[in-house]
């Protein structure tokens, strides 16, 4: 089992920035993926940004340039940090991470969420 503690969430003035942090802890053999997802209400959950076990990223068109993923092998830590931030980037930020345990056993762990609230 996983656990993900996320942190960092908050309001913020258009233009602004934020730095979500999620530390993982638990059984983990391996981390496979971790990324950052959004979601606000009446919609699906979308993904904003991810790193893979290599270190390649990915991003949403609509962040990209404006927010980067990083993450800390020794902490097992993914951050996003959040530059330029727009009004239409308020949601509820989730984080998510893909791994492996030490009983070979393959998982798919959510955070509980942090809300992001960018004001016009």
């Known amino acids: 089992q996983v656990q993900l503690a996320e942190s960092g969430g908050g309001l913020v003035q258009a233009g602004g920035s934020l730095r979500l942090s999620c530390a993982a802890s638990?059984?983990?053999?391996?981390?496979?993926?971790m990324g950052w997802y959004r979601q606000v209400p009446g919609k699906q959950r979308d993904l904003v940004a991810a790193?893979?076990?290599?270190?390649?990223?990915n991003y949403a068109d609509s962040v990209k340039g404006r927010f980067t993923i990083t993450r800390d092998n020794a902490k097992i830590t993914v951050y996003l940090l959040m530059n330029s931030l727009k009004p239409e980037d308020t949601g509820v930020y989730y984080c998510?991470?893909?791994?492996?345990?030490?009983?070979?056993?393959?998982?798919?762990?959510w955070g509980q969420g942090t809300q992001v609230t960018v004001s016009s």
């Open positions: 998510n991470v893909r791994s492996v345990g030490y009983d070979g056993v393959a998982g798919d762990y």
């Open positions: 638990g059984s983990i053999f391996r981390i496979n993926a």
């Open positions: 790193i893979i076990y290599g270190g390649s990223t």
